[in-house]
């Protein structure tokens, strides 16, 4: 008989337990959906930049225009995005690594 030890290197090992795989779910629930909606709304900014011109280049107020709300808002949504990361990674991720951190430092001794 075999002791899971020797069954696979601890990398394989730790990636077949449940920690680890929640791990990646929780992860993927959150990068999956925020990458989607990120690059929907680039594709959104360069769509209309191309066939909307005249939407685009409508004058708000002094000389800023749709264009440049909509390239600045870029920037925004791009740091938003990654404060909600780093929420998530806080409260849903950090104590899940380091579990798995732990089992990792634990069968490599």
Known sequence: MTSTRDEGTVYERVQGSTDFQ???????????????????????????SGWARGFMGATLFGHINVALVFGLLQFVSTFLIAWLYARHASSRLDGLADRVRDKVEEDAR
């Open 22 to 48: 929640e791990l990646r779910r929780r992860f993927r629930a959150f990068a999956f959906p925020a990458t989607v909606v990120f690059l929907a709304w680039y594709l959104l900014y360069v769509v209309l």
